[in-house]
């Protein structure tokens, strides 16, 4: 169990609280490229660890990222012109760019002061790997732009797409470095479906602690070899895992890993970033691979309520789950991996009650994320530097899956995979 104040330090997000804070000195995702496809076109809402903001593609393709509201009379910049460099209140006229530099006030005398002092709150952004990705921390605390190794594979190889969650960030987060439930939320008996990491549902966990934040190991018995899996979690809000195997035990035509970035909307709300890459260069991940991953995994383009990220299994009909499918093999009832574990994070309310917890053995990642973000939450509060800030703690890690004699040591057998290769 957690205490009920530590539970509390961490699952609130916004501006002045201590996970707030502790986000906010790393770079997270904003909103895809694609949701911003073109130059002074239409404006984009953005909602981020509990901030309103507004995000546009200016005239030379930067895009910006401001507060919602406008610092004259706080009209919405969302209904703003966006043109000739700069988002254009329209309310007034006043004109600000990516900086949040106000470029024109029409409405005050010519040569007025006043537009000097005033600027709209702005954070800078990048983009990679087809997300525009921005810093919300103290600007003499920015970082150097993330560097993950799906981010430097090239477009050809790699996909990514994110999914809106009606919970907080941490019992998303918690599910997606969870190991165990895999051996029973996701098992599907129907024609011989299972998977292979659901055979064994005691897996054996390792955990080791690393300057980035840690990688895990599950083993897990599969007939008469192990199972092994091995996970790589990077602070705050980030994890690779590799599941290449499958079903099958075999090395499928696409070699991927893939995994997840959660991102805080607000304290009961959540983005969960899916990315997949290939890692073999002579190996593209094509979109129709990509797409019928998603598919399968309840998050396809059917499987969205039309213009939003929002998906139409959900709490209001129950996630679809049937009963009898459930007998006859489906563990859970619901259709999609994704889904089955949306129905169990946002089913457990918008914010757990950690306090009312009775953690065993296959939990000790869980802890051990717990205890990390605990601990940089302090960090932060002494002006100490926390964990995974430099890329060059992370950039070289990866996941890796294989299955392995009982006799062999997996350690020498992972000794290459677990290295990156873009």
């Not at 200016?58 to 406008?70: E, H, I, K, Q, S």
């Not at 600027?119 to 525009?132: D, F, L, Q, R, S």
């Not at 993330?146 to 599910?175: I, M």
Request: charged letters at 25%; proline letters at 7%.
């Amino acid at each position: 169990m957690l205490r009920q104040e530590d539970n509390e330090r961490l699952v609130r997000v916004g501006p002045g609280t201590p996970m707030g804070e502790l986000m906010r000195r790393y770079w997270q995702p904003a909103l895809l490229s694609s949701e911003l496809p073109e130059p002074d076109g239409a404006p984009v809402r953005v909602r981020l660890l509990g901030e309103d903001l507004i995000a546009f593609r200016d005239t030379d393709g930067n895009v910006g990222l401001v507060d919602a509201f406008c610092p004259h009379r706080r009209a919405p910049m969302f209904f703003g012109r966006n043109e000739e460099c700069g988002l254009r209140c329209v309310y007034h006229g006043w004109k600000f760019d990516r900086q949040g530099d106000c470029v024109d006030m029409p409405s005050e005398p010519s040569g007025t002061p006043l537009q000097a002092k005033v600027k709209i709150k702005a954070y800078p952004c990048i983009e990679k790997g087809g997300a525009v990705w921005t810093y919300m921390g103290p600007k003499d605390k920015q970082p150097p732009a993330p560097d993950h190794e799906w981010l430097r594979a090239p477009e050809t190889h790699r996909f990514v797409s994110k999914t809106f969650e009606a919970c907080n960030y941490l019992q998303a987060l918690e599910g997606g470095l969870d190991t165990a439930h895999v051996s029973f939320l996701h098992r599907d008996g129907r024609n011989d479906g299972t998977l292979l990491a659901a055979i064994d549902g005691a897996p054996r966990l390792d955990v080791e602690v690393t300057d980035y934040g840690y990688y895990y190991v599950s083993t897990r018995k599969a007939h008469d070899k192990n199972y092994v899996r091995l996970y790589q979690y990077v602070m705050p809000n980030h994890q690779m895992r590799s599941n290449v195997l499958g079903h099958t035990g075999k090395r499928p035509k696409v070699p991927k890993i893939d995994g997840h970035v959660w991102v805080p909307i607000d304290d009961e709300n959540v983005w969960v970033w899916n990315f997949m890459y290939s890692y073999d260069a002579s190996t593209p991940l094509d979109s129709d691979f990509a797409w019928n991953y998603e598919t399968a995994a309840g998050r396809g383009p059917d499987d969205l309520i039309p213009g939003t990220f929002k998906l139409k299994a959900n709490m209001s009909n129950n996630y679809n789950v049937d009963r009898e499918t459930q007998k006859k093999g489906l563990f859970a009832g619901i259709e999609g991996i994704n889904t089955q574990d949306f129905a169990l994070q946002e089913g457990m309310g918008s914010i757990v009650d950690r306090s009312k917890e009775f953690l065993g053995t296959t939990d000790r990642a869980i802890v051990t994320l717990r205890r990390l973000l605990l601990d940089a939450t302090r960090a932060v509060e002494n002006g100490e530097t926390p964990r995974g800030l430099d890329p060059k703690t992370y950039a070289h890690v990866r996941a890796h899956d294989e299955l392995v004699s009982p006799d062999e040591d997996w350690r020498k057998l992972f000794d290459k995979e677990g290295v990156a290769r873009w």
